[in-house]
């Protein structure tokens, strides 16, 4: 299932993070590619370990634990540190279709975590670029995806993706992982899909009504059911 989050960041913060990269050194996107992904992945990086890129990271990473759309359809339990990239068209900058590693590990914090869900921050308006669609396959099917600077997609890290090559301008985005404290996809979307009824039952009966507090402890005992941490 794929999950958008609107306005993560807001277009102010999305602009001074642009100033801010855009002044910054960048490099070949292979240095933290997998040896597969490493064949079919041509863009650059913001350096993992640089300053900039963990600065921004954090600001990235408070503003989801802020985000009550994002924790109920993640349900983190480690979001590990953003990276950044862009794709120029004047490079033929793509991504070829490959799955995401299994584990990431980094070293500066010697955080260590298994990849349940892929993210993708915008940074670019869409009518910034032509072409780079990040395009997800799952069981139903292939979708693309272009969000408005500021909002972000979640995907399972084990779906078979792509970025499509950016044919004019310039994308720049976000993407990072996380593991989930549901390791189960199904039970992950189905806990999700429980609290947006809860959330709208909520804004038409109240928060004290008999029944939304019966089925938000429901929802909680299916977080305690399945959560492996
Ligand atoms: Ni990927």
């Given at each position: 299932?794929?999950?958008?989050?609107?306005?993560?960041?807001?277009?102010?913060?999305?602009?001074?993070?642009?100033?801010?990269m855009d002044?910054a050194g960048w490099e070949d996107g292979?240095?933290?590619?997998?040896?597969?992904?490493?064949?079919?992945?041509?863009n650059e990086q913001l350096p993992?370990?640089s300053?900039?890129a963990?600065?921004?990271?954090?600001?990235?990473?408070?503003?989801?634990?802020?985000?009550?759309?994002?924790?109920?359809?993640?349900?983190?339990?480690?979001?590990?540190?953003?990276?950044f990239n862009r794709?120029a068209?004047?490079?033929?900058?793509?991504?070829?279709?490959?799955?995401?590693?299994?584990?990431?590990?980094?070293?500066?914090?010697?955080?260590?975590?298994?990849?349940?869900?892929?993210?993708?921050?915008?940074?670019?308006?869409?009518?910034?670029?032509?072409?780079?669609?990040?395009?997800?396959?799952?069981?139903?099917?292939?979708?693309?995806?272009?969000?408005?600077?500021?909002?972000?997609?979640?995907?399972?890290?084990?779906?078979?993706?792509?970025?499509?090559?950016?044919?004019?301008?310039?994308?720049v985005?976000?993407?990072?992982?996380?593991?989930?404290?549901?390791?189960?996809?199904?039970?992950?979307?189905?806990?999700?899909?429980?609290?947006?009824?809860?959330?709208?039952?909520?804004?038409?009966?109240?928060?004290?009504?008999?029944?939304?507090?019966?089925?938000?402890?429901?929802?909680?005992?299916?977080?305690?059911?399945?959560?492996?941490?």
């Open positions: 299932m794929l999950i958008c989050v609107p306005e993560v960041l807001s277009k102010e913060e999305v602009a001074e993070f642009r100033r801010l002044a292979r240095s933290t590619a997998g040896a597969q992904s490493a064949l079919v992945k041509r993992p370990d300053e900039l963990r600065k921004l990271g954090h600001r990235i990473v408070s503003a989801l634990t802020a985000n009550p759309r994002f924790i109920s359809a993640a349900i983190p339990l480690r979001i590990f540190p953003p990276l794709y068209a004047s490079d033929g900058h793509h991504f070829g279709v490959h799955v995401d590693n299994a584990v990431r590990g980094d070293h500066l914090t010697g955080m260590r975590i298994r990849t349940d869900l892929s993210v993708t921050l915008f940074l670019a308006e869409p009518d910034e670029y032509e072409g780079g669609e990040l395009v997800v396959e799952d069981n139903y099917g292939s979708h693309e995806v272009k969000l408005p600077a500021g909002d972000l997609v979640l995907y399972p890290a084990s779906s078979l993706h792509l970025v499509t090559p950016v044919t004019s301008g310039m994308r985005a976000s993407f990072f992982w996380l593991q989930s404290m549901i390791r189960d996809a199904h039970a992950r979307s189905m806990i999700f899909d429980l609290d947006s009824a809860i959330q709208s039952l909520v804004e038409r009966l109240g928060r004290d009504d008999p029944e939304t507090v019966k089925l938000t402890g429901i929802y909680h005992n299916l977080i305690r059911y399945w959560a492996d941490v």
